[in-house]
Nanobody
Framework: QVQLVESGGGLVQPGGSLRLSCAAS????????MSWYRQAPGKEREFVAI????????NYADSVKGRFTISRDNAKNTLYLQMDSLKPEDTAIYYC?????????WGQGTQVTVSS
């Protein structure tokens, strides 16, 4: 079955960096676009970034453009999100997502807290 397991979240000061990972299994990782979403307390889940199956094309939400970088390692079936210049408003649970074989799958999420 499809499994997505996020890791790498934590507490970081404003201006700091974190690198999130999403380990994927149970589907053809290298054949699918992958994306990151986030959900802040009291808010709806929102799109963060997406990457093409081979990694050559990416797209970002305006709120993170220039600060976050999505990447993937198809040999390791792993998706990444490098987050730099973090702001308090980046505080949220971060999820990876895939749509494959006619269904949508989400990981359990990893908490990112940006606070001094």
């Amino acid at each position: 079955q499809v499994q997505l397991v996020e890791s790498g979240g934590g507490l970081v000061q404003p201006g700091g960096s974190l690198r999130l990972s999403c380990a994927a299994s149970g589907f053809s990782f290298s054949s699918n676009r992958m994306s990151w979403y986030r959900q802040a307390p009291g808010k709806e889940r929102e799109f963060v970034a997406i990457i093409s199956s081979a990694g050559g094309n990416t797209n970002y939400a305006d709120s993170v453009k220039g600060r976050f970088t999505i990447s993937r390692d198809n040999a390791k079936n792993t998706l990444y999100l490098q987050m730099d210049s973090l702001k308090p408003e980046d505080t949220a649970i971060y999820y990876c997502r895939v749509y494959t074989a006619g269904a949508e799958y989400w990981g359990q999420g990893t908490q990112v807290t940006v606070s001094s």
